[in-house]
């Protein structure tokens, strides 16, 4: 009787670009926006046969008490712009980019992963977030003009009006007759969409990559962004740093599958995660506890707190206890943070609360909400540690964030993934080549027949 295959570990790197997880003071980073930072990093994970390369996005340097905030990473170029660039130097990666479906418009979206899908020969995924943030909204014409419960109904708008101007072209649209001079037929990507957040109509410029669509990411962990990606994504992000809070999390959204018609390999759920790996399992601990505080600088431990209490706090020791003072609601001493933005009274009183319980300064404290699931110890350790996480239904794979760049995931790809692949859990080389492929998405949105001419023939009849 053959043996039963193991569930297989899928893999994916994120540069990280906002928040504080990355050690940009640390001296062996380089430059976080130059383009061989990203190129060295893209090619690393993709010599370890990971599935995608991901970049999160920030649409306004944040502001700490009216100044820029200056402890976190600014400056990084824009996404899509990065990941073509990534196109040309990479063959199989997937390039996944963050978009906001708040503060742009489906047809240039619409257009521009169409353009990546098919520079990159298939390998493009959208991570579609929302944002209720009237601060970010500011940086845009329309300002913070959307209600937060409205997020989620334009997010889905935007994306069925996305899918519609990539189902446009049809096959055999794209002729290219030498013979009667037809370069596209009458019908090529003509459109209409009639809708509450969207009422456009016209000619879509680009026919669609090999995959048909992108690959569609969601990253939201309210009720709202579980049903979304449910119903819509492929692949949704999520946060734990504990596997019995992940396996919860894992069984709620695969169960909303099924009420849209989807099977549980319909939508891969990938943690973002850390490793930290080391000769030995001491020495890797005694690093993460390094790391942890290399992450969380004095400075940032009390910056963090302010954004809860929403009140000037500098003349607190960060390793001292918790002030005893109430929040201020209605106070925002730190813009463009998405994480301490409702219920602080609440969250102020949990924290007091842990602190007290595990005897917490504030900095150490702010080291512990902020954690992420961390693989830390020595190679084999690490890969025994993913792989049960997998098995035993905690996640489907990980989004890894490295704590240097573009350095940070050299270990993990050079003594982590040998081990993964001897386990028979990850694969030794890619066997196909869309972004589709890797993830094993058998549904593939890729519009009936289309085909369109080869990329040969393109160059030859414009030549």
Do not use: C
Request: proline letters at 6%; a negative charge.
């Amino acid at each position: 009787m053959p043996a039963t295959r193991k569930k297989q570990v899928h893999l994916a790197a994120q540069l990280p670009g906002i928040h504080n997880v990355t050690v940009w003071s640390d001296p062996r980073s380089e430059s976080q926006i130059s383009i061989d930072s990203f190129i060295r990093l893209a090619q690393t994970v993709e010599r370890g046969k990971f599935d995608f390369f991901f970049l999160a996005e920030g649409l306004r340097l944040r502001e700490h008490k009216g100044h820029v905030y200056d402890l976190d990473i600014a400056g990084r170029p824009e996404n899509l712009t990065v990941l073509s660039a990534l196109a040309a130097v990479t063959t199989h990666l997937g390039l996944a980019a963050t978009v906001n479906a708040t503060f742009n418009e489906p047809y240039e979206v619409a257009r521009r992963f169409a353009t990546l899908d098919r520079l990159s020969g298939g390998r493009a995924a959208w991570n579609v977030v929302t944002s209720y943030d009237a601060f970010t909204g500011e940086n845009f014409r329309r300002g913070g003009f959307l209600p937060e419960p409205d997020r989620y109904t334009r997010a889905a708008e935007f994306l069925g009006t996305a899918r519609q101007l990539w189902d446009s072209w049809a096959e055999g649209d794209l002729r290219a007759d030498t013979v009667t001079g037809e370069f596209a037929t009458a019908g090529a990507g003509r459109f209409a969409h009639r809708g509450r957040h969207f009422d456009i109509a016209g000619r879509f410029t680009t026919p669609p990559g090999p995959q048909g669509h992108p690959v569609i990411i969601q990253s939201g962990e309210s009720d709202a962004g579980r049903e979304f990606a449910a119903s819509d994504a492929e692949v949704i992000f999520s946060k734990h740093s504990r596997i019995d809070a992940a396996r919860d999390f894992y069984r709620d959204v695969k169960r909303r599958l099924a009420p849209y018609g989807r099977g549980p390999d319909d939508l891969l759920i990938l943690p973002t995660a850390n490793a930290v790996v080391a000769d030995t399992d001491a020495e890797a601990a005694a690093y993460a506890e390094e790391i942890s505080r290399e992450l969380v600088s004095p400075q940032t431990a009390i910056a963090h707190l302010e954004a809860v209490w929403g009140r000037d706090l500098s003349a607190y020791d960060p390793d001292g206890p918790l002030p005893d003072i109430e929040p201020e609601d209605d106070a925002h001493l730190l813009k463009g943070h998405s994480v301490f933005r409702n219920g602080r009274a609440e969250t102020a009183r949990q924290w007091r609360k842990l602190a007290e319980e595990r005897n917490l300064s504030i900095r150490e404290l702010v080291i512990e909400v902020g954690g992420r699931q961390t693989f830390v110890g020595s190679p084999r350790t690490v890969a025994d540690a993913i792989d049960h996480y997998v098995q035993t239904g905690g996640a489907d794979g990980f989004v890894l964030v490295p704590h240097l760049t573009p350095g940070g995931l050299d270990d993990f790809v050079d003594r982590v993934v040998p081990l993964l692949q001897e386990k028979g859990v990850h694969r030794d080389d890619y066997t196909g080549s869309t972004l589709r492929d890797h993830l094993g998405l058998s549904g593939a949105p890729r519009p009936a027949g289309w085909g369109g001419p080869a990329p040969r023939d393109d160059k030859e009849t414009s030549a």
